[in-house]
Structures are given as structure tokens and as C-alpha cells.
């Protein structure tokens, strides 16, 4: 019986060591299969021309990415600054102030809308923000636009990161002991008081986790980015230019241009581009939550 009951445990440990191991060499090997597909095209071009270059003519081999690393990054900032402080402000609201039976009843609200797929969101944002954008906010700004542009897709992308925000931040604030803020309140403190001086200063590293996860999340977001920002490949100079995503230059255009020499390696170093500049987001939101907690 004792016998058994250690094979079972080394059996147990064993398997759940090799899942570990695979889920820390999943990113490696990803890494290292883009790195490999994109030899084709950084041994016939300098790195720095590849990233820095304004110049996208692929029949005439010229491949410069900074114009789709620019809208990428546009688009998801300002996605984050629409979405952040709703999520946030929400999720206070929901585990401070509000009935209980409001939060039960949001927790299948926002499942929901976290399960639409993307299409839907970018059919929405064709149908409501486009038009908005365009015949509305642009003109109050005296700027034209045809409402493909920045904008557009940073609002449909909001509204896309708000329910994988909102769920983490409600989990981190559920994690915070009560006791906590009673301690705070039998003080003297009011009720924003300990919130802001308690709760969030608590949670500070749940939720720069939950705001860098989200960052990661939108940057890679493809569809519904790509039927409103407008997939002009050019510099923006302001939130109502159009733009081009990395993740949109992938989607539409592999299949169908691969008899274009070095294209396949452009579309493959345009992913590896995408994942080191996940990467690099994920690094930095750690060392930041890393001195939050040394606060």
C-alpha cells in the first residue's frame, strides 16, 4: 500500500514537472520557430533598416516596420487609456458600493462579453464608432477624417479589453482581506479614504498585472482592429489618421502574397516583432509591479 501510494506520487510529480517544463519551453520554442522563419530576410537586410524604415514596397524588397509598430502601439496606449479607468472606477464601484446582487449579476454580464468573438465587435465598431468618428468627434476637433482611423479601432479595442480587465481587477480586490479596510474605518477614516489609502494601494500589484495582461491582450488583437483603423501604411501624426496594425499586415495578407520573393519572411519577422514587443511590455509592467511592492 505504501509502495503504491509513493508511485503514485512520483508518477504525479513527474507529470506535473513536464507540464511546467513545456509550458516554460512553449514561449522559447515559439520564439526560436519565428526567429528561424525570419533568417531569410535579416541576412539580406540590416535589423535596424527592418524596424526603423518608413519604407513598405515589397515588390521592390523593401521592408520598413515602423510605421505598423507606430499603429500598433497608437492604437493599443490609447485603447488602455480609454479602458483603464473604467475597469477600474467598475470594479471599486462593484466590490465597495454596490449589492451583492448587482456583482452576481455582472459576473455573467461581462463573461458575456468577453466571449463575443472579435468579428461582432468589429461589425459594431463599422456600424457605430466609424460613422461616430467621423461625422462627429472629428468635426468637433476641425480635423477630417473618414472615420477609419486610430480612434475607431482604439474604442472597439476598449471595449474589447474591458471584461478580461474588469475580471482580474474585481478578483484582486476580492483577494484584499476585510479586515483591512474595518481596521481603517474604526479608525476615522471614510469610505473613499480607505479605498484609496487601503485597497489600492493593497492590490497596486494585482492591478498593474491586470493592466499589463490587458496591454498584452489588446496588442495582439486582430480582427476588429483591422476592419476600422483603415490599413493605410503611413506614419500617424494624430488619432484620426489611419493606421495599419502588425497583427492586421499578418492577417491579411499571408496566403496571398507569397510569390513576392522574402514576403513570407517579412509577414514571419512582423510576428517575431509582435512578440518581442510583448515581451518587452510584460518586462517592464513586472518591474514596475516589482518596486510598487518594495514601496
Known sequence: ??????????????????CLIFCLLLPLAIGAGLVFKSTGLLSTHK???????????PSDGQFGFWPFIISSVWVTVLALIISMPLCLLSSIYLTQYAPKWVLKFMRPVIDILAGIPSVVYGVWGLLVVVPLVGDKIAPMFHADSLGYSLLAGAIVLSVMSIPYILNMLLEVFRQIPLELGEASLSLGATKWETIKHVFLRKGSSGILSAFGLGFSKALGETIAVLMVIGNVVQIPHSVFDSGYSLPGLIANNYGEM???PSYDSALMFAALLL???IIIINVIFRYIIYKSELI
Do not use: A, H, Q
Open 47 to 57: 535589423l535596424s533598416t527592418l524596424i526603423f524604415s518608413e519604407d513598405w514596397y
Open 258 to 260: 507569397m510569390s513576392i
Open 275 to 277: 512578440f518581442g514587443i
Open 1 to 18: 500500500m505504501v509502495l503504491s501510494r509513493r508511485l503514485i506520487d512520483n508518477v504525479s510529480s513527474k507529470w506535473m514537472l513536464s
